[in-house]
């Protein structure tokens, strides 16, 4: 197997290359059928996402908010939760109660 078959990713690493903006994102990994990334909201700020192409799961790694899904469903969300978002689905964080430290998988569709 060679190593471009697989790596490893130190997350700690990964979240010092965050700038400290309000909202950002670092993705890490970008093959064609997965990407992964560091989705960082600080409290109180707004979650500006617009509907993806692709499937998406995000794993609340620190933090506490608010998620909306389209016009049907919220959902209180902190550490630990496993949120799985389908292709083209509205959805936003809001109420952005703790700085939230989120892992993001997409999945590609193609």
Not at 34 to 57: F, I
Not at 67 to 85: F, I, N, S
Request: charge should be negative; aromatic fraction near 10%; glycine fraction near 6%.
């Amino acid at each position: 197997m060679s190593k471009d078959n697989w790596k490893v990713f130190d997350l700690a690493e990964i979240r010092q290359r965050l700038k400290g903006q309000p909202v950002e994102y670092q993705e890490f990994l970008k093959v064609p059928a997965l990407s992964c990334g560091l989705y960082r909201l600080v409290a109180g700020s707004r979650d500006m996402q617009a509907p993806h192409d692709d499937d998406e799961v995000y794993l609340v790694l620190e933090g506490r908010a608010r998620m909306r899904l389209g016009d049907e469903a919220e959902k209180v969300v902190g550490p630990g939760a496993l949120l799985y978002v389908s292709a083209t689905t509205e959805h936003s964080f809001f109420e952005v109660e703790e700085d939230m430290l989120l892992l993001v998988f997409f999945a590609s569709n193609n």
